[in-house]
């Protein structure tokens, strides 16, 4: 139980585009859920939270303008990556939790922006 | 703020070999998670220790919380190529995780 999906798995576009990420949680609805960031060999970084019905919550320093969040149910949470640019390239995982259960995290996205 | 340290932070060692892997901080936490991560995944969710001074174990990994909950370990004993990953510990703050740097384990066969 307790599966999360993200979509796509993998995605090359070219610089000025903008790029939807999915999260679903596919057994379980979750309340809240999350998105990170991770550069290459480093650690997991903290975006945003948001929940289901409400504004996303931003880490400091996330532009909420570029890295726009939308929760529209208990399933389904999605990030969009507006007018990317080559330092927008990550791997993009995100989480999701329901009451106080520990976060499942999907598989991420490779996002490469040309 | 409260930070997390992770040493080291890369460990390449032999098959059948053992390794340690240490998370400090000067902050007291009420619980801290451990995570195994494989390039290209998502982290999966190895333990959550709750207790000071607590032990866990899951086959032939043991996880130690320290006696004044500032600091765990994670111990392999005869690691196994398939050990080969990223390791993080992390907190919970008001639900949002915060991860340490993460240590790169290679296990060569």
């Known amino acids: 139980g307790a599966v999360v999906s993200q979509h796509p798995s993998w995605v090359i576009c070219k610089s000025g585009t903008s790029v939807k990420i999915e999260c679903r949680s596919l057994?379980?609805?979750?309340?809240?859920m999350f998105w990170y960031r991770q550069f290459p060999k480093q650690s997991l970084m903290l975006m945003a939270t948001?929940?289901?019905?409400?504004?996303?919550?931003?880490e400091q320093g996330v532009e909420k303008d570029k890295f726009l969040i939308n929760h529209a149910s208990l399933t389904l949470s999605t990030l969009t990556v507006t007018s990317a640019h080559p330092e927008d390239s990550s791997f993009y995982i995100c989480s999701a939790m329901t009451g106080n259960q520990p976060q499942h995290f999907g598989d991420g996205t490779r996002l490469s922006i040309l | 703020t409260q930070l997390l340290e992770q040493s080291p932070q890369f460990l390449s060692i032999q098959e059948g070999e053992n390794l340690t892997v240490y998370c400090n901080s000067s902050s007291v936490f009420s619980s801290l998670q451990w995570y195994r991560q494989e390039p290209g995944e998502g982290p999966v969710l190895l333990v959550t220790v709750v207790t000071g001074g607590e032990v866990k174990k899951l086959k032939r990994l043991t996880f130690q919380f320290g006696d004044a909950r500032k600091d765990s370990s994670l111990h392999i004993t005869a690691a196994q190529p398939g050990d080969t990953g990223l390791y993080l510990c992390a907190f919970s703050n008001d639900y949002k995780l915060s991860f340490g740097a993460g240590t790169t384990v290679t296990v060569r066969a």
């Open positions: 057994d379980f609805q979750a309340t809240t």
């Open positions: 948001s929940n289901e019905g409400s504004k996303a919550t931003y």
